[in-house]
Each structure stands twice: as C-alpha cells, then as structure tokens.
C-alpha cells in the first residue's frame, strides 16, 4: 500500500487547512486510516482515525472539536479538516494505514499501523 500526503503549508493562527491522504494498492490494507502527528524531540502522537468500511472514527480524548477526519465516497483518499490552527498544531502530519482490526483503544497508537506515508508539513504562525 501506498500513502501520500498533500495540503500541508504554511499558515496564519486562525486559518484552516485540509490535509489529504491518497491510499492505493490492497484495499484489505488499509481498513483503518489515522492521522499523526510529531514535532521533533516528541512522540508521534494520533490525531484521528476512521475505519473505511464502517465510517467510525476515533479522536483522542483532549480533542477540542477543530480536526475532523472523512473519506471520499472510494475510500482511496482520507482527510483531515483543520479549523482555527494554533502555533501548538505545528508539526509534520502522517497517514498511516493498517487492516486491522483496530478497536477504541488502539486506534490512535503510532504501534497499530503497519504502513506510513512521508508526511506533510503544517507551519502555524
């Protein structure tokens, strides 16, 4: 399976940006699809998942509402809206997919996903 991100830049506080994520090759593959997050010196940390099949999605719990993680009516391409950007959302932004099953309590640990892309770049100033 393949993953590549796109829609990452550089933006002001307060603006939006829609990351995607293009998925080709063994749909079996990529059942589950997230969304990381890291800075360098941190931990890659989950900022959303979805289930393709089903529709679930899972977000951790400090969530505050601003990221928002869809589909295309395929199921080849996954999004993340992100509204109202602050400073602290800077990072560089990974897909990840995995088949699965990923349940509640793994879906946003960097250890489920077998499958990476090379990340986009979010800069908010």
């Known amino acids: 399976v393949q993953l590549v991100e796109s829609g990452g830049g550089s933006v002001q506080a307060g603006e939006s940006l829609r990351l995607s994520c293009a998925a080709s090759?063994?749909?079996?593959?990529?059942?589950?699809l997230a969304w990381f997050r890291q800075v360098p010196g941190k931990e890659r940390e989950g900022v959303a998942a979805?289930?393709?099949?089903?529709?679930?999605?899972w977000y951790p719990d400090s969530a505050d509402g601003r990221f928002t993680i869809s589909q295309d009516n395929a199921g080849y391409t996954v999004y993340l809206q992100m509204t109202s950007l602050k400073p602290e959302d800077s990072a560089m932004y990974y897909c990840?997919?995995?088949?699965?099953?990923?349940?509640?309590?793994?879906?946003?640990?960097?250890?489920?996903?077998?499958?990476w892309g090379q990340g986009t770049q979010v800069t908010v100033s």
């Open positions: 990840a997919a995995d088949p699965g099953p990923v349940g509640r309590a793994i879906a946003l640990q960097r250890t489920t996903y077998r499958y």
């Open positions: 979805i289930y393709l099949l089903g529709g679930h999605t």
């Open positions: 090759g063994d749909p079996y593959i990529r059942n589950y």
